[in-house]
């Protein structure tokens, strides 16, 4: 009976909560996952957690992004370059390459949080750090291409050599407040003049952490002193429960009406556990969905559907959101050996073991797509026709057959390698408390059990395996065996996250995305000349075939393309996603926009025109 009594008080405060959107035109948006750092890691260095770029959606602003029909449009840039206005120039440099230049300004009204002008000095810091030596980047491939001339305080080129096909997709550089980080970039630099990117990565990493570091933590966040260039500043952040912001008084765009007509408040509630996150939203305390907030199932859930009715729209968006399991390839780490995960056969056993189409069937009505490759369906490169792994314990067992091993007294399996007994136990990594995937790890590790492998679950919170210090060191064995998670895929798509060059080691000091570390010479050469190819056909049939070769060497195991939910309390208006909005499918990419009806915001997106049809 006390819990009853308590569910029921819950119940009603939570829905006193919910009266608070419209009337004090403010916005509480529930997450599943809460950020490890903000703002001050503007390269991604220390964490690369889609809920870090949510958020830093309504903080910071780009020169370029993308509407919710993939369409460039200017945000802090006067217009969008074109070849038509003269901002966009090739040249053949030979070879089938070309430079290109693309010419931006800044708007004269565009202000930092504190009054001070954004100007190109604020770019070219950007730059600066970007380039510096042994940066460990996540783009790598970008940093060594680009170049950047600055003609003035608000003119400024950006160069690409070569250029590839998809330079002019969105937004082509980035900017950071100089006037704030500035002084310890220059510390940093002195602390790094005399240290060999090759002899001292490991030593470079750590003043580089340190520096995004200090100015992205809650401790100094909550000080006031970094600044914004968004329509919002960040007031307060309460680890383990909330982030505010509030309007930001010198952001330069107003919306129809006027910005006081436009939510002037919003509050991220950070719910790891997507249970509790669905029971908050059925109590009313929440006006929205982030993006990474419940699964399709739960969603879709009749007793959420029910109570929603009448006060919240509940839509699917279908995005290029990626549900997979990197596996660990590389070499030098001995359970990757052992278990013989560096092998095309032990990647093919492990997924024709996983019953993917009969998941999707029953967790999600099969509404969301089985994946075989890592392109998206919804992108004009995908390739339908690559080689398909159906559920068949059969041929996993003889796959791994092959490779010596045999069942133990226990039922696992066993075989020798360098002498020693080895038995088939792998680690499995994901999110801690993502109801989903947990219960696809319990799903998928009863048929590995059936075969013979045994499964170490050891998830964690998102803001611990997406740290950098986590899932960027799989070839120092941090994770041995799969890890679970989604990649967001955007229309630039060049083919980096699978490249050779692109496996984050301590030789490179940790840049890049492939971190399971698969390689192949064919697909590298392949990729080499697709990025480059402008010929739209040409460079999809060399996607195709790179799509080949990963599927048939299995780079990763591919699971589904997600179709998100977005629940957002009637009356609220663009808060709207799209497959490619802002680029990577986030629902506030027109974040000075969001409001109320009721306050006299003007609805000026349709998310009907972009969601499914679920009957």
Known sequence: MRKVGKLAVLGLTALGLALAGPQDNSLVIGASQEPRVLAGDFLSVISNQSIKAEIENYLFVPFITLNLDGQN??????????????????????????????????????????GRPITTEDVQFYFEVGKAKGMPVLDPDYWERVNLRVRDARNFTVIFEPAYATDLIGNPIGYAPKHIMGAAWEQVKRQTAGLDPTRDAARLAEIYRKFFTDFSTPAYLNQGKMVYSGPFVLRRWVPGSTVEMVRNPQFPITPPGGADKYVQRVVYRFIQNTSSLQVAIMGGSIDAL?????????????????????????????GAIWEHIDVNQFA????????????KRTRQALLHAINREGFVRTVFQGLQPVSHTWIAPVNPLHNPNVRKYEFDLKKAEALLAEMGWRKGPDGILQRTVDGRTVRFEIEWV??????????????????FRKIGIAVRINNAPSAVVFADDFIQRASEGRWTGMFMFAWISNLKENGDLFSCRFRPTRENNYQGQNVGGWC???????????????????????FDRMQEIWAEEVAALPLYFRADPLIVRKGLVNYVSAAYSGGFNYPNWEPWTIGWTQRGAEKRWDQAKYALTIR
């Open 73 to 114: 449009t200017a945000v802090l840039a006067t217009e969008v370059p074109t070849t038509q206005n003269g901002r966009v120039r090739f040249a053949d440099i030979g070879q089938g390459r070309r430079r290109l230049e693309i010419d931006i300004t800044i708007r004269p009204d565009a202000r930092w949080s504190d």
């Open 290 to 318: 982030s993006r990474v907030g419940l699964t399709f199932d739960q969603a879709r859930a009749p007793q959420l559907v029910q109570r929603a009715r009448g006060n919240f729209d509940i839509w699917f968006v279908p």
């Open 332 to 343: 030098n780490v001995p359970r990757v050996r052992e278990l013989g995960l560096n092998d």
């Open 430 to 447: 994901t999110t801690a408390g993502n109801v989903v995937r947990e219960r696809f790890q319990q799903f998928v590790a009863e048929d």
């Open 520 to 542: 192949n010479e064919e697909y590298d050469r392949l990729r080499d000349q697709a990025v480059v190819e402008f010929d739209f056909a040409k460079r999809k049939a060399l």
